[in-house]
Protein backbone atom coordinates (compact mmCIF):
# COMPACT_ATOMS: atom_id res chain seq x y z
CA UNK A 1 0.00 0.00 0.00
CA UNK A 2 3.16 2.30 1.19
CA UNK A 3 4.41 1.85 -2.57
CA UNK A 4 0.96 2.50 -4.71
CA UNK A 5 0.99 5.83 -2.62
CA UNK A 6 4.64 6.91 -3.58
CA UNK A 7 3.95 5.96 -7.16
CA UNK A 8 0.88 8.09 -7.23
CA UNK A 9 2.64 11.04 -6.11
CA UNK A 10 5.75 11.01 -8.10
CA UNK A 11 3.51 10.37 -11.27
CA UNK A 12 1.50 13.82 -10.36
CA UNK A 13 3.33 17.39 -10.61
CA UNK A 14 2.53 20.90 -10.29
CA UNK A 15 1.64 22.02 -14.25
CA UNK A 16 3.63 25.10 -13.60
CA UNK A 17 7.06 24.52 -11.40
CA UNK A 18 6.61 20.21 -11.74
CA UNK A 19 7.28 20.26 -7.85
CA UNK A 20 5.72 16.62 -6.92
CA UNK A 21 2.42 16.33 -5.70
CA UNK A 22 1.15 14.48 -2.86
CA UNK A 23 -1.73 12.48 -3.11
CA UNK A 24 -4.20 14.12 -1.39
CA UNK A 25 -3.23 17.42 -2.83
CA UNK A 26 -3.33 15.63 -6.42
CA UNK A 27 -6.84 14.83 -5.95
CA UNK A 28 -8.19 18.59 -5.41
CA UNK A 29 -5.35 20.46 -7.63
CA UNK A 30 -2.77 20.34 -10.56
CA UNK A 31 -0.98 22.79 -8.58
CA UNK A 32 1.68 22.95 -5.74
CA UNK A 33 0.65 25.11 -2.74
CA UNK A 34 2.92 27.74 -3.68
CA UNK A 35 0.93 30.84 -4.54
CA UNK A 36 3.41 31.83 -7.67
CA UNK A 37 2.04 28.66 -9.26
CA UNK A 38 -1.51 29.64 -8.60
CA UNK A 39 -0.82 33.63 -9.78
CA UNK A 40 1.35 32.42 -12.81
CA UNK A 41 -1.48 29.64 -13.60
CA UNK A 42 -4.49 32.54 -13.49
CA UNK A 43 -2.24 34.29 -15.89
CA UNK A 44 -1.95 32.48 -18.30
CA UNK A 45 -5.98 31.11 -17.74
CA UNK A 46 -6.97 34.74 -19.07
CA UNK A 47 -4.48 34.49 -21.91
CA UNK A 48 -6.09 31.33 -23.08
CA UNK A 49 -2.19 29.39 -22.62
CA UNK A 50 -3.52 25.94 -21.60
CA UNK A 51 -4.10 23.08 -23.24
CA UNK A 52 -7.88 22.77 -23.33
CA UNK A 53 -7.94 19.15 -22.78
CA UNK A 54 -5.52 18.36 -19.64
CA UNK A 55 -4.63 22.11 -18.12
CA UNK A 56 -1.15 22.30 -18.37
CA UNK A 57 0.62 25.23 -20.16
CA UNK A 58 1.39 25.46 -23.56
CA UNK A 59 4.36 26.01 -25.54
CA UNK A 60 4.72 28.85 -27.53
CA UNK A 61 4.02 26.78 -30.93
CA UNK A 62 0.79 25.63 -29.75
CA UNK A 63 -0.84 28.81 -28.60
CA UNK A 64 -3.08 29.01 -31.98
CA UNK A 65 -4.07 24.98 -32.05
CA UNK A 66 -4.69 25.26 -27.97
CA UNK A 67 -3.64 22.00 -27.55
CA UNK A 68 -0.21 20.26 -25.87
CA UNK A 69 1.45 17.74 -27.71
CA UNK A 70 0.39 14.69 -25.84
CA UNK A 71 -0.91 12.50 -28.34
CA UNK A 72 -4.07 11.76 -25.65
CA UNK A 73 -4.84 15.29 -25.51
CA UNK A 74 -4.75 15.62 -29.49
CA UNK A 75 -7.13 12.29 -30.10
CA UNK A 76 -9.50 14.01 -27.29
CA UNK A 77 -9.53 17.48 -28.93
CA UNK A 78 -10.30 15.65 -32.70
CA UNK A 79 -13.01 13.37 -31.15
CA UNK A 80 -14.30 16.65 -29.28
CA UNK A 81 -14.65 18.92 -32.42
CA UNK A 82 -16.35 15.72 -34.58
CA UNK A 83 -19.21 15.40 -31.90
CA UNK A 84 -19.61 19.47 -32.09
CA UNK A 85 -20.12 18.96 -35.76
CA UNK A 86 -21.84 16.55 -35.78
CA UNK A 87 -24.19 18.16 -33.54
CA UNK A 88 -23.88 21.23 -35.18
CA UNK A 89 -24.77 19.76 -38.85
CA UNK A 90 -27.89 17.74 -36.67
CA UNK A 91 -28.97 21.07 -35.43
CA UNK A 92 -28.91 22.68 -38.97
CA UNK A 93 -30.76 19.88 -40.44
CA UNK A 94 -33.57 19.77 -37.72
CA UNK A 95 -34.09 23.81 -38.39
CA UNK A 96 -33.88 23.46 -41.82
CA UNK A 97 -36.40 20.79 -41.45
CA UNK A 98 -38.46 22.67 -40.11
CA UNK A 99 -38.33 25.73 -41.91
CA UNK A 100 -39.26 23.82 -44.92
CA UNK A 101 -42.55 22.34 -43.47
CA UNK A 102 -43.37 25.82 -42.43
CA UNK A 103 -42.57 26.75 -46.60
CA UNK A 104 -44.77 23.57 -47.58
CA UNK A 105 -48.04 24.87 -45.29
CA UNK A 106 -47.73 28.44 -46.57
CA UNK A 107 -47.81 27.41 -50.20
CA UNK A 108 -50.46 24.77 -49.50
CA UNK A 109 -52.51 27.37 -47.67
CA UNK A 110 -51.47 30.01 -51.16
CA UNK A 111 -52.76 27.49 -53.62
CA UNK A 112 -55.82 26.19 -51.77
CA UNK A 113 -54.26 22.46 -51.60
CA UNK A 114 -55.87 20.48 -48.69
CA UNK A 115 -53.41 17.80 -46.66
CA UNK A 116 -50.14 19.55 -47.35
CA UNK A 117 -48.19 16.55 -45.32
CA UNK A 118 -49.51 14.48 -48.26
CA UNK A 119 -46.56 16.19 -50.19
CA UNK A 120 -43.68 14.30 -48.48
CA UNK A 121 -41.18 17.49 -47.08
CA UNK A 122 -37.53 15.93 -49.21
CA UNK A 123 -34.55 18.06 -47.88
CA UNK A 124 -31.53 17.99 -50.73
CA UNK A 125 -28.77 19.30 -51.45
CA UNK A 126 -28.35 22.44 -53.92
CA UNK A 127 -25.89 23.20 -56.27
CA UNK A 128 -25.06 26.71 -56.32
CA UNK A 129 -23.23 27.58 -59.68
CA UNK A 130 -22.01 30.85 -61.82
CA UNK A 131 -22.15 29.65 -65.63
CA UNK A 132 -18.78 30.20 -67.31
CA UNK A 133 -17.19 29.80 -70.88
CA UNK A 134 -15.45 26.33 -70.90
CA UNK A 135 -12.02 27.74 -70.69
CA UNK A 136 -9.42 26.31 -73.76
CA UNK A 137 -7.05 23.97 -71.34
CA UNK A 138 -10.09 22.26 -69.65
CA UNK A 139 -11.65 21.13 -73.02
CA UNK A 140 -7.90 19.87 -74.15
CA UNK A 141 -7.55 17.77 -70.83
CA UNK A 142 -10.95 16.51 -71.15
CA UNK A 143 -10.21 15.28 -74.78
CA UNK A 144 -6.44 14.14 -74.28
CA UNK A 145 -8.16 12.16 -71.51
CA UNK A 146 -10.83 10.87 -73.67
CA UNK A 147 -8.41 10.03 -76.27
CA UNK A 148 -6.60 7.73 -73.59
CA UNK A 149 -9.63 6.05 -72.42
CA UNK A 150 -10.74 5.05 -76.19
CA UNK A 151 -7.06 3.72 -76.57
CA UNK A 152 -7.76 1.23 -73.82
CA UNK A 153 -11.11 0.47 -74.43
CA UNK A 154 -10.03 -0.17 -78.26
CA UNK A 155 -7.02 -2.97 -77.16
CA UNK A 156 -10.09 -5.00 -75.49
CA UNK A 157 -12.26 -6.97 -77.53
CA UNK A 158 -15.59 -5.68 -78.32
CA UNK A 159 -18.41 -6.68 -76.14
CA UNK A 160 -21.43 -8.31 -75.80
CA UNK A 161 -24.78 -6.71 -75.67
CA UNK A 162 -25.92 -7.99 -71.94
CA UNK A 163 -29.30 -7.48 -71.69
CA UNK A 164 -30.25 -6.95 -67.98
CA UNK A 165 -31.79 -9.16 -65.92
CA UNK A 166 -35.52 -8.89 -66.00
CA UNK A 167 -36.69 -6.92 -62.47
CA UNK A 168 -40.02 -7.91 -61.22
CA UNK A 169 -43.26 -6.10 -62.63
CA UNK A 170 -43.73 -4.40 -59.08
CA UNK A 171 -40.32 -2.90 -59.08
CA UNK A 172 -41.03 -1.74 -62.73
CA UNK A 173 -44.25 -0.34 -61.96
CA UNK A 174 -43.23 1.88 -59.10
CA UNK A 175 -40.06 3.20 -61.34
CA UNK A 176 -42.14 3.99 -64.01
CA UNK A 177 -44.06 6.10 -61.69
CA UNK A 178 -40.69 7.66 -59.64
CA UNK A 179 -39.12 8.52 -63.09
CA UNK A 180 -40.56 12.18 -63.43
CA UNK A 181 -40.80 13.59 -59.66
CA UNK A 182 -37.39 12.14 -59.27
CA UNK A 183 -36.22 14.06 -62.24
CA UNK A 184 -38.14 17.45 -60.64
CA UNK A 185 -36.08 16.84 -57.95
CA UNK A 186 -33.09 16.95 -59.66
CA UNK A 187 -34.31 19.57 -61.77
CA UNK A 188 -34.69 21.87 -58.34
CA UNK A 189 -30.81 20.49 -57.12
CA UNK A 190 -29.84 21.68 -60.05
CA UNK A 191 -26.27 19.18 -60.42
CA UNK A 192 -25.26 19.15 -56.94
CA UNK A 193 -23.54 15.56 -57.94
CA UNK A 194 -22.58 17.09 -60.79
CA UNK A 195 -19.33 18.68 -59.44
CA UNK A 196 -17.54 15.73 -58.80
CA UNK A 197 -17.37 15.33 -62.48
CA UNK A 198 -15.06 18.06 -62.72
CA UNK A 199 -12.45 16.05 -61.28
CA UNK A 200 -12.93 12.63 -62.69
CA UNK A 201 -13.77 13.44 -66.27
CA UNK A 202 -17.31 13.56 -66.22
CA UNK A 203 -16.92 9.90 -64.01
CA UNK A 204 -16.56 8.23 -67.66
CA UNK A 205 -14.52 4.98 -67.85
CA UNK A 206 -13.09 2.13 -69.35
CA UNK A 207 -16.54 0.25 -68.66
CA UNK A 208 -18.01 3.22 -70.48
CA UNK A 209 -16.50 3.13 -73.52
CA UNK A 210 -17.13 -0.36 -73.75
CA UNK A 211 -20.67 -0.28 -73.22
CA UNK A 212 -20.88 2.50 -75.72
CA UNK A 213 -19.05 0.18 -78.29
CA UNK A 214 -21.20 -2.38 -77.97
CA UNK A 215 -23.93 -0.05 -79.30
CA UNK A 216 -21.82 1.36 -82.70
CA UNK A 217 -19.24 -1.88 -83.17
CA UNK A 218 -18.63 -0.31 -86.08
CA UNK A 219 -17.37 3.09 -85.04
CA UNK A 220 -13.34 3.80 -84.92
CA UNK A 221 -11.93 5.63 -82.30
CA UNK A 222 -11.75 9.04 -83.79
CA UNK A 223 -15.71 8.92 -84.22
CA UNK A 224 -15.88 7.35 -80.73
CA UNK A 225 -14.13 10.93 -79.80
CA UNK A 226 -15.95 13.28 -82.06
CA UNK A 227 -19.24 11.77 -80.75
CA UNK A 228 -18.37 12.44 -77.46
CA UNK A 229 -16.67 15.66 -77.85
CA UNK A 230 -19.36 17.17 -79.81
CA UNK A 231 -21.75 17.21 -76.45
CA UNK A 232 -19.48 19.79 -74.72
CA UNK A 233 -20.87 23.50 -75.24
CA UNK A 234 -19.54 26.45 -75.03
CA UNK A 235 -20.70 27.37 -71.60
CA UNK A 236 -20.54 25.14 -68.70
CA UNK A 237 -21.16 26.13 -64.67
CA UNK A 238 -18.48 27.09 -62.94
CA UNK A 239 -15.91 24.39 -61.19
CA UNK A 240 -18.24 21.38 -62.38
CA UNK A 241 -18.24 18.58 -65.21
CA UNK A 242 -17.39 19.82 -68.54
CA UNK A 243 -21.29 18.67 -69.57
CA UNK A 244 -22.93 20.42 -66.79
CA UNK A 245 -24.92 23.35 -68.63
CA UNK A 246 -27.90 25.44 -66.66
CA UNK A 247 -30.56 23.35 -67.94
CA UNK A 248 -29.37 20.13 -67.28
CA UNK A 249 -26.74 17.21 -68.05
CA UNK A 250 -25.54 18.16 -72.71
CA UNK A 251 -24.35 14.17 -72.92
CA UNK A 252 -27.00 11.76 -73.88
CA UNK A 253 -27.79 9.09 -71.15
CA UNK A 254 -26.82 6.43 -73.23
CA UNK A 255 -23.25 8.00 -73.36
CA UNK A 256 -23.16 8.94 -69.38
CA UNK A 257 -21.50 6.56 -67.02
CA UNK A 258 -23.65 4.39 -65.12
CA UNK A 259 -23.14 6.08 -62.04
CA UNK A 260 -24.91 9.46 -63.51
CA UNK A 261 -27.96 7.24 -64.13
CA UNK A 262 -28.30 5.56 -60.99
CA UNK A 263 -26.63 7.73 -58.50
CA UNK A 264 -29.71 9.20 -55.90
CA UNK A 265 -28.84 11.54 -53.25
CA UNK A 266 -29.90 10.58 -49.88
CA UNK A 267 -33.13 12.75 -49.89
CA UNK A 268 -34.03 11.33 -52.98
CA UNK A 269 -33.75 7.64 -52.12
CA UNK A 270 -35.76 8.57 -48.75
CA UNK A 271 -38.69 10.00 -50.82
CA UNK A 272 -38.53 7.07 -53.31
CA UNK A 273 -38.13 4.44 -50.31
CA UNK A 274 -41.33 6.12 -48.68
CA UNK A 275 -43.60 6.74 -51.57
CA UNK A 276 -46.53 5.04 -51.62
CA UNK A 277 -47.24 1.80 -54.03
CA UNK A 278 -50.70 3.49 -54.74
CA UNK A 279 -52.35 6.65 -54.95
CA UNK A 280 -50.61 9.86 -56.44
CA UNK A 281 -47.25 10.38 -56.20
CA UNK A 282 -46.40 14.09 -54.45
CA UNK A 283 -43.05 15.70 -52.71
CA UNK A 284 -42.20 18.90 -51.58
CA UNK A 285 -38.84 19.17 -52.78
CA UNK A 286 -36.29 22.00 -50.65
CA UNK A 287 -32.39 22.21 -52.31
CA UNK A 288 -30.19 23.38 -49.48
CA UNK A 289 -26.73 24.55 -48.67
CA UNK A 290 -25.33 23.85 -45.11
CA UNK A 291 -27.12 26.32 -43.95
CA UNK A 292 -30.03 27.71 -45.82
CA UNK A 293 -32.72 26.78 -48.26
CA UNK A 294 -31.94 27.75 -51.96
CA UNK A 295 -35.14 26.47 -53.62
CA UNK A 296 -38.65 24.73 -53.88
CA UNK A 297 -40.38 22.67 -55.75
CA UNK A 298 -43.89 21.27 -55.20
CA UNK A 299 -44.40 18.21 -57.14
CA UNK A 300 -47.80 16.25 -58.32
CA UNK A 301 -47.40 13.39 -60.51
CA UNK A 302 -45.55 14.53 -63.52
CA UNK A 303 -45.66 18.44 -62.59
CA UNK A 304 -44.10 20.27 -60.74
CA UNK A 305 -44.11 24.26 -59.34
CA UNK A 306 -41.14 25.86 -58.58
CA UNK A 307 -41.63 27.51 -55.16
CA UNK A 308 -40.28 31.08 -54.36
CA UNK A 309 -38.47 30.79 -51.55
CA UNK A 310 -39.23 34.05 -48.99
CA UNK A 311 -36.42 35.44 -47.28
CA UNK A 312 -37.37 34.22 -43.62
CA UNK A 313 -36.79 30.43 -45.10
CA UNK A 314 -33.20 31.11 -46.79
CA UNK A 315 -31.43 31.63 -43.44
CA UNK A 316 -30.67 29.27 -40.96
CA UNK A 317 -28.93 30.59 -37.89
CA UNK A 318 -26.86 28.09 -35.87
Given at each position: ??????????????????????????????????????????????????????????????????????????????????????????????????????????????????????????????????????????????????????????????????????????????????????????????GSCCRGGAYTH?????????????????????????????????????????YHRVDGCSLPR?????????????????????????????????????????????????????????????????
Open positions: MMTDTVSLATTSTCVICDTPLSWNRAQISRLCIRAECAWRYSLLQKQNKLCRMCGRPLSTENWVSGVCTSLDCRRAIVAQQAKEDHARRVRRERMLRQQAGRLRDQVATHFGIGKPKSFLLTVIPAAVHQITHLPAQRRREFRDYLNSLIDRAMSLPVPPVVNPEPMPESVLVQNARLQVPSGSACACCQAYLGVETMQRYRAAHPNQSSRQILAAYMRHIRDETCEGSCVEMRADICNDFYCGGLREFRANVPVTGPVRGFFVATTDDAIQRAALVHEEQMLMVPTPPAATECSD
